[in-house]
């Protein structure tokens, strides 16, 4: 079964670094997300992109954050200056369909980040 | 604001048991999307079953069923015949047909005693 992949599955960064996290989604799918979960709380939405622009984002998605898909198969999530707080899971996923539809999004494994 | 809320933090089971996971939820909207997504030791987060809130009948999957009550804006999923490969963190999900984001409870780690 097709799967979306996240590489690395641990980054670890300096605070004030910039980091790159990368996905590929399910091939024929068209919607992309990410969200991230800090250590014992909720998984959050951050951000979803469709058609090479953000179709939508949280409150927690601000101006060190940004989203893009470089080529036909990845999709990835930078954060420019990071900062201790942004030490989380974050999980890349996929959907084939849009909000009205009940297409389900498929999650990665995630990747761990660490800031110092 | 729609909000899910797991009141379960840990459950524990005896292998080939029954088990079931509560969630309620907070939404002033009438039609939207249910999930419940496990997520092993392995990590990735894998969709175990959906429900539409427009279907009164409970969705179902092999060994795992919903008992989706509107009304309660309750959501349990039920575990039958549990085996060890369950163990895992499920997350209980909300999703509006307006917004692209899913919003997830905290989460029930499940443990299933050999």
């Known amino acids: 079964e097709p799967e979306v992949t996240q590489t690395p599955s641990h980054q670890v960064t300096q605070m004030g670094q910039e980091v790159i996290l990368r996905c590929v989604p399910i091939?024929?799918?068209?919607?992309f997300y990410w969200y991230r979960q800090i250590l014992g709380q909720k998984v959050e939405f951050l951000v979803s992109?469709?058609?090479?622009?953000?179709?939508?984002k949280s409150e927690i998605f601000d101006d060190q954050f940004s989203v893009e898909r470089p080529d036909g198969s990845n999709f990835t999530l930078k954060i420019r200056s990071t900062k201790l707080e942004d030490s989380a899971m974050y999980f890349c996923?996929?959907?084939?369909?849009?909000?009205?539809?009940?297409?389900?999004?498929?999650f990665g494994d995630g990747t761990r980040l660490s800031i110092l | 604001a729609q909000t899910v809320t797991q009141s379960q933090p840990e459950m524990s089971v005896q292998e080939a048991e029954t088990v079931t996971l509560s969630c309620t939820y907070d939404?002033?909207?009438?039609?939207?999307?249910l999930f419940w997504y496990k997520q092993p030791p392995s990590r990735q987060m894998i969709l175990v079953i959906r429900?539409?809130?427009?279907?009164?009948q409970n969705a179902t999957e092999n060994r795992f069923s919903v008992n989706f009550q509107k009304a309660a804006k309750s959501f349990s999923l039920k575990i039958s015949d549990s085996q060890l490969g369950d163990a895992a963190m499920y997350f209980c999900?909300?999703?509006?047909?307006?917004?692209?984001?899913?919003?997830f409870g905290k989460g029930t780690r499940l443990h299933i005693l050999p």
């Open positions: 999900a909300y999703r509006s047909p307006r917004d692209d984001k899913i919003i």
């Open positions: 091939s024929n799918h068209l919607y």
């Open positions: 992109f469709y058609n090479n622009e953000i179709s939508e």
């Open positions: 996923a996929s959907s084939e369909g849009h909000t009205d539809s009940n297409q389900p999004q498929h």
């Open positions: 429900q539409e809130a427009y279907k009164q």
């Open positions: 939404t002033s909207e009438s039609d939207y999307y």
